[in-house]
């Protein structure tokens, strides 16, 4: 096959909720009512043909495919999974005669349907951006639907682009996908590769038909170590896949990209396929210090994509730096391109779109747009040789260096006080005192919560706005603020919960709240990132050393305990979760910097505790999600992270209850570190999995409080008091009751109060129902 050259610069994937979240907006007013099928396909078109102008603005080449098409309504894992046909059985019903469905049966199948559960979702690799799980058994049959692929084709070509397809490669499709629930026992998707690879040979002869030059075929589970797959069979899925693939006769030359770290073991098996091109992560990842001679010959003869401007992080980074990693990739290849080591879904979409940021701080930043334009200047470095771009890697050199010597980068007395920390501010007393000492909370047998978030009303939206713009006051705020916690006591009353929570209705977020009242943090105005669907969130930068001014939670929670008798929960985001979900200085060890973090909130859970406040949640949902993809780098980070909670919470008396919080992540993998935190008791996303975490817990030896979620907040859907009960009594079944809470699987901020309600009404009646099968009215924590 003679295929194009690839292009010198290019990128991974754009970022495709738009400037203004207008997707997100398009969607949502879809699922309304609003819109229908037909506008929201002319605005996604819209948002199609921004970006590409948008990028050939900035650098990227019109006619060369450096362009890639990554667009997705929802989810790129979950658009794979309708083009190769695996839909699950209960989502039939949504498929025409062909095997396809329309956009209304796309977003069923991702948010579920009456008792129709969506697909589970999880975390993407270590980052914030959550997937939707494909379920595949024996009986799963594949089969090409590759329209919207070829749509989008046609609709650059109709404009003048040759553009680059971005489909989600085989072997990582199959690595993340789970047995179906028809399964027999040990089945694994793997076992389906042959039948899932002539699917995709398919695509690949439908876009040579189509005029594709080239595919890209992403797959980052080449370099993942934290896989239920073996990495044996992944590296040997690797050659049979792309040996297959590489065969096919009529094809577009085949781009494989590989973010999130080395390919190790992993590139001698996807170096010897007839792949045209190979892409490596050089942020994250490194070259190889040896190779053998075969490797080194199927290389000499590929197109190395050297990613080397940082996909996952927002600062500016050192670009005569990256400059001499695409310089060393030449030893191993003539032909290299420079590219973003991960797609930019990541970042933002503009510098240049915050103009409220302090301009030093932006000076030493780069979102998405300012990264395309980072490749396009090493690409003609590349091409015309570094002095052609002396005065760019000057420019990022210099930005460098002034943030290093910024006031309040670093910081002698946050230092100072780390320096002083020694074991016993790392531990509590052990758990049987302090399940002693909390028996004054008078709990109930199973005692029910949420935890954390109800829902932002549009009215709570406004409120905040108009204090950002002035046009509300402070007093007047608060005091809104105030009737609406007051409202939120009064329904979980009235509903009858046991543990209550204020609603958290003055938090935009559960990082940038704290973001906003921490020394070191600086947040953003338009820098919206997709996390999952239409959710975005806003990660704040922290730039410098972390401290806390003055108290940030503590005039909240005690309002809300003083309107009632039950006990409300104070609620604070642990210091992983506030690292994970922002953009982290990159020049310091992370470790030191969750430690900076960790003492600002251990001030905060002793000032809760001195204005009375007995139970306090410190959530840590990202736990799983910052776990390093190499096994050799996972003690360390557990070892900090664990550590960072406990230092966070080890300052509190034993009477008072310590909860957290984990969500939307593969727990078995972490299920030591869960128990090492030490918390009272930790709720834990269950739901959408259907309890399957709790086969972990049960053969751990867990033995602290632990609430597994039973009401995914993820859908729309209002789950049925029988289902919550199905869902308890499996957990009863394997954990004792005496340490079993009931909950949600997450907070319920993006949901409406109508489903909230009626939702949270039969989980209370369930646990009645569990209650009373158990015989237990009362049990101790």
């Not at 040789?385 to 290093?404: C, F, H, N, V, W």
């Not at 758990?431 to 008078?442: D, F």
């Not at 009242?517 to 975005?536: E, K």
């Amino acid at each position: 096959m003679t295929a194009r050259t690839f292009p010198t610069g290019t990128i991974i994937g754009y970022p495709r909720i738009g400037r203004r979240r207008e997707l997100k907006r398009a969607v949502e007013a879809f699922w309304a009512g609003r819109i229908d099928a037909e506008e929201l396909e002319r605005t996604a078109a819209d948002l199609r043909a921004v970006t590409r102008d948008r990028l050939v603005a900035l650098g990227l080449g019109r006619d060369d495919s450096s362009i890639p098409e990554s667009f997705s309504f929802y989810d790129q894992v979950l658009d794979a999974a309708l083009a190769v046909g695996a839909v699950p059985a209960r989502f039939a019903h949504l498929l025409d005669a062909d095997g396809r469905t329309d956009l209304a049966g796309l977003f069923t199948i991702a948010r579920g349907e009456g008792e129709h559960a969506p697909l589970e979702m999880t975390k993407w690799f270590d980052s914030n951006y959550h997937y939707l799980v494909p379920e595949i058994s024996p009986s799963t049959s594949f089969s090409l639907h590759a329209e919207r692929i070829l749509a989008n084709v046609a609709e650059a070509r109709a404009a003048g682009f040759r553009t680059r397809p971005v489909v989600v490669g085989p072997v990582t499709f199959l690595a993340l996908a789970k047995p179906a629930d028809d399964a027999p026992e040990g089945f694994r998707p793997l076992d389906r590769l042959d039948e899932l690879v002539r699917v995709y040979a398919q695509l690949l002869e439908r876009l040579h038909e189509a005029g594709v030059d080239w595919v890209q075929l992403d797959e980052p589970a080449l370099v993942s170590e934290s896989l239920d797959e073996s990495r044996e069979r992944i590296v040997a899925a690797i050659g049979a896949a792309y040996g297959a693939l590489g065969s096919v006769a009529g094809r577009p030359a085949i781009f494989v990209a590989t973010p999130y770290g080395s390919l190790d073991e992993a590139l001698p098996a996807l170096a010897t396929t007839a792949v045209e091109a190979i892409g490596l992560d050089l942020v994250r990842g490194t070259l190889p210090e040896s190779l053998d001679a075969a490797t080194a010959a199927a290389l000499a003869s590929k197109t190395l994509v050297a990613g080397v401007v940082d996909g996952h992080n927002i600062w500016r980074g050192d670009l005569a730096g990256a400059f001499e990693r695409v310089e060393a990739v030449r030893t191993l290849s003539a032909t290299v391109a420079v590219s973003t080591s991960t797609s930019l879904l990541h970042v933002p979409h503009d510098v240049e779109d915050e103009p409220q940021l302090d301009p030093r701080l932006a000076s030493w930043l780069a979102f998405a747009d300012q990264k395309v334009a980072q490749v396009a200047v090493l690409a003609r470095g590349l091409a015309e040789g570094r002095g052609s771009i002396e005065g760019d890697l000057d420019a990022a050199s210099a930005a460098l260096a002034d943030r290093a010597a910024a006031p309040g980068v670093r910081v002698p007395a946050v230092r100072e006080r780390l320096a002083g920390l020694a074991d016993r501010d790392f531990s509590r007393a052990p758990y049987e005192v302090r399940v002693a000492a909390q028996e004054s909370l008078e709990l109930p047998g199973l005692p029910t919560t949420t935890i954390g978030s109800f829902p932002q009303t549009g009215e709570i939206r406004r409120a905040r706005a108009g204090l950002v713009s002035g046009s509300l006051s402070a007093d007047a705020y608060a005091a809104q603020m105030r009737e609406e916690i007051e409202r939120v006591i009064r329904l979980q009353e009235r509903i009858g919960l046991d543990v209550l929570v204020h609603g958290e209705p003055e938090r935009n977020d559960m990082v940038q709240y704290f973001a906003e009242l921490l020394d070191g943090f600086a947040v953003t105005t338009n820098g919206w990132v997709q996390s999952y669907g239409s959710r975005c969130t806003r990660p704040s930068i922290l730039w410098g050393d972390v401290s806390r001014p003055e108290p940030m939670t503590v005039e909240w929670s005690t309002y809300a305990q003083s309107l009632t008798d039950k006990p409300v929960k104070g609620m604070l985001t642990g210091p992983v979760t506030i690292l994970a979900w922002s953009f982290v200085r990159d020049d310091l060890p992370l470790g030191e910097t969750a430690r900076q973090v960790a003492l600002a909130l251990r001030d905060e859970i002793t000032d809760l505790e001195g204005a009375g406040i007995r139970i306090i949640q410190v959530d840590e949902p990202a736990l799983r999600e910052l776990l390093p993809l190499k096994r050799a780098d996972q003690p360390a980070y557990l070892d900090w992270s664990v550590g960072s909670f406990r230092l966070a919470t080890a300052g509190a008396a034993s009477a008072t209850q310590i909860h957290t919080h984990l969500c939307y992540s593969e727990f078995g993998v972490v299920i030591d570190a869960i128990k090492n935190l030490d918390a009272d008791v930790t709720s834990i996303e269950a739901a959408r999995s259907r309890m399957e975490v709790v086969d972990d817990l049960a053969t751990s030896g867990f033995d602290h409080g632990i609430g597994p979620g039973v009401y995914d907040i993820h859908s729309p859907r209002v789950p049925s008091v029988d289902e919550v009960t199905a869902l308890l009594e499996r957990a009863v079944a394997e954990i004792p009751a005496s340490r079993l809470w009931v909950n949600p699987d997450c907070g319920l901020k993006t949901r409406g109060y109508d489903e909230t309600v009626a939702s949270l009404e039969n989980l209370v009646a369930a646990t009645n129902e569990v209650r009373a099968l158990a015989g237990r009215e009362r049990v101790s924590v």
